[in-house]
């Protein structure tokens, strides 16, 4: 728009119009100054579109679309957001009265402790004969004493070569994210929804950057089912001690209306060697891989609850889909990556 020197609008124009301009452009950069200070410390690169990408489409590549919606979950009676539930068969409870009881009898616990390492192992095998999946997946996680928001995305997911795309749902709907290891120099490629999305275009992230990390306990290097198998294994191989720690097994569990068996780690007594006080796995009895895992930490004093630390669910799961390339580039036409 064209003003004379006063830096008035010319004649013929509301001053409304002007009036708008102005305080448009006000909102754009207090908008960038305040992302540009909040996350100085990462090393963002703010891009035009594909071209801070520069990766080339598979050609005979067939795109698939990302539905819209999640799946319908049951509503978690007046929260914010959906939940999953869960629930044990009244013939699912352990036996004896108190954690230190079942702590004593060893020679139970030392079976049990060899079968759930075994139910583990045996979805390590199933992941490794997996090529892809999606799901919806659900978080929720404690950051510094304060349990975050609920987070549901639309995740695929593919092993050759490793591979993850979310769209989140809630919060922040229509954020986009991709993540290819061998690719983009290992960063992630991401957009925020609505008008940031068109002040900002695509960004590039440092997984373990401040900005990507910002309501998350682990870094998206460690997302998915075949992270968290590995995990589970690793730290039950290390912490489970049939003098320190009691297991539970519960074959009729389910979570939604999936059926599941339900391997519930407990140490009585805190140990600063233990991540965990409770863990508890949530493995699908058709696809054999976990599809929830909970973790608690230690109560915070003498006869309280355990309090959630990790919540992971991995609803409406699909798996050999057969993803390519293009399901991992930004320049995928169902996408809303670049600026606009």
């Not at 997984?207 to 306990?217: L, Q």
Request: glycine share 8%.
């Amino acid at each position: 728009m064209k003003t004379g020197s006063t830096g008035r609008p010319r004649e013929g124009l509301p001053a409304w119009v002007y009036a708008t301009a102005v305080g448009l452009s006000l909102i754009a950069v207090g908008a960038i100054v305040v992302r540009t200070v909040r996350f100085s410390g990462d090393r963002i690169r703010w891009g035009a579109g594909d071209d801070t990408v520069g990766e080339e489409t598979a050609a005979s590549a067939e795109p698939l679309a990302v539905d819209d919606e999640p799946v319908g979950l049951p509503a978690s009676g007046g929260r914010k957001g959906k939940t999953i539930l869960t629930s044990l068969a009244s013939d699912s409870q352990p036996v004896g009265s108190t954690a230190s009881e079942r702590v004593a009898d060893k020679p139970s616990m030392v079976a049990q402790i060899a079968r759930a390492r075994r139910e583990i192992a045996a979805c390590r095998e199933r992941f490794r004969s997996i090529n892809d999946y999606s799901c919806v997946f659900h978080k929720r996680e404690r950051i510094d004493g304060q349990l975050i928001a609920p987070h549901i995305m639309t995740m695929k997911a593919r092993s050759k070569p490793n591979s993850i795309y979310f769209k989140f749902h809630q919060p922040y709907r229509g954020r986009e994210a991709i993540f290819v290891p061998d690719k983009n120099d290992g960063k992630i490629i991401a957009h925020e929804p609505g008008v940031l999305r068109v002040l900002a275009g695509t960004m590039i992230l440092d997984p373990k950057g401040s900005m990507a990390m910002e309501e998350s306990r682990h870094p998206i290097t460690e997302a998915g089912i075949g992270a968290l198998i590995e995990t589970v294994i690793e730290r039950w191989n290390t912490e489970l001690d049939a003098s320190e720690t009691t297991v539970d097994i519960h074959p009729h569990a389910k979570v939604g209306d999936r059926a599941c068996t339900m391997i519930d780690t407990l140490h009585p007594t805190r140990n600063p060697s233990y991540l965990f006080h409770k863990v508890k796995v949530f493995i699908d009895h058709e696809h054999g891989l976990p599809i929830r895992f909970e973790a608690y930490d230690w109560p915070k004093h003498k006869g309280g609850e355990p309090e959630l630390v990790e919540e992971y669910t991995y609803s409406d799961l699909k798996t050999d889909i057969g993803y390519t390339d293009t399901d991992f580039d930004p320049a995928n036409p169902h996408y809303s990556f670049g600026r606009f």
